[in-house]
C-alpha cells in the first residue's frame, strides 16, 4: 500500500495507461502526474507490450519527455484521438476540472477536446466538493494590453494575481501570460466560463467542464475508477 503522494500519482497513471491499444493516436498531458503516464507509455512500448502509438503533446516538456521515452510525437491536427491522458488541480463529483496550475491549460483544452475519451489522474487531494474550493482557477490572457484585461477580469472575479515567474510574469508556451483568479462560492462555474471566454483579452479558462469521462483517483487505500456523477 503506497502513502506517498508520488506513489499514488504514478499507480493512477499506470491505470489508466492500461487503456492505451497498439496503434492508438493519444493526447500526453502535463505535470507531475501526466508526466508518470508518458513514463508508463513508454516502457510499454520498449517492452513490446504496445506498438504504433503516437502521441500528441500538451506542453514543450511534455514533447521532450515523450521523445525521450520512444514515444513518436505529432503535432495536434484535426483527427480525433482515440484517448488522452492528464492531471488536475481539482475533480469535482461530475468530473468538472481544473486545469493549468501548470501553465498548459491552453495547449491540454485544444488536445483533450478532440480525445474520444479523456482520462484524467490524480491523487486523492485533488478530489473537491465544489470547483474552486482549494486551487485558483488560472486563465490565460493575451501579454499586449494584459493590465486592461486583468482590469476587465477583476469586474467578474475580484480576487487574484497576474502569475510571477521570480521577478518576471510567468509566460506560457505559447508566450501568453495567467491571471490566476479565486472563485466565489456561489458562482455558476458553466455561466463563469461563458464569460470569462466572452471577456476581450482571455484566450482560454482552466475550467474543463463535462470533458472527463473518467478519473483514476488514487487514495492510500486504493485506486478509484470515477465517472460523472
Ligand atoms: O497545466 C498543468 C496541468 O493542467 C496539470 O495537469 C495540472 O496542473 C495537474 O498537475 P500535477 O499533476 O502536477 O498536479
Known sequence: ?????????KEAAIRAVALV???MRVGLGTGSTAKYAIEEIGRRLAAGELSGITGVATSEASDALARQV?????????????????????????????KGLGGALLREKLTEVQARQLVIIADHTKLVTRIGEKAPLPIEIARFGFLSTIERLRAVLSAGRLRQNGAQPYVTDNGNLIFDAQIPEGHDIHALERQLKGTLGVIDTGLFLGMAQVAFVAAPDGVQELRPQ
Open 21 to 23: 491499444g497498439s496503434g
Open 70 to 98: 520512444g514515444i513518436p510525437v505529432e503535432a495536434l491536427d484535426p483527427r480525433p484521438l482515440d484517448i488522452a491522458i492528464d492531471g488536475a488541480d481539482e475533480i469535482d463529483p461530475a468530473l468538472n476540472l481544473i
Open 1 to 9: 500500500m503506497t502513502t506517498d503522494l508520488e506513489g499514488l500519482k
